[in-house]
Nanobody
Framework: QVQLVESGGGLVQAGGSLRLSCAASTSIFSINTMAWYRQTPGNKREFVAASIASGGSSNYIDSVKGRFTISRDNAKNTVYLQMNNLKPEDTAVYYC??????????????WGQGTQVTVSS
């Protein structure tokens, strides 16, 4: 079992910034992908950003490109989401996600507890 501890959420005005952290209980070298999702009441949990271990690539949902950056600190077993130029529509509970793949399919998946991000207009 991989434990994910998420922190860094809060209240910020539109145009401001927040940095979310996700600390894993194991080396992130053993995790194929680390990602961030978000969810608002009544909606499905939606993908935001992902960091792929192999090749060190990342990808983002279109609405956050150029504003959000996902990064890793391997020594601290921590993944971050730097969120700049926040907009009210970014308001959501943000969740850390870890996936381990085997033979091209998801074998294990873990979630953090979530942290609230609220952006005021």
């Amino acid at each position: 079992q991989v434990q994910l501890v998420e922190s860094g959420g809060g209240l910020v005005q539109a145009g401001g910034s927040l940095r979310l952290s996700c600390a894993a209980s194991t080396s992130i070298f053993s995790i194929n992908t680390m990602a961030w999702y978000r969810q608002t009441p009544g909606n499905k949990r939606e993908f935001v950003a992902a960091s792929i271990a192999s090749g060190g690539s990342s990808n983002y949902i279109d609405s956050v490109k150029g504003r959000f950056t996902i990064s890793r600190d391997n020594a601290k077993n921590t993944v971050y989401l730097q969120m700049n130029n926040l907009k009210p529509e970014d308001t959501a509970v943000y969740y850390c996600n870890a996936r381990i793949y085997e033979t091209g399919a998801i074998r294990y998946e873990y979630w953090g507890q979530g942290t609230q991000v609220t952006v005021s207009s």
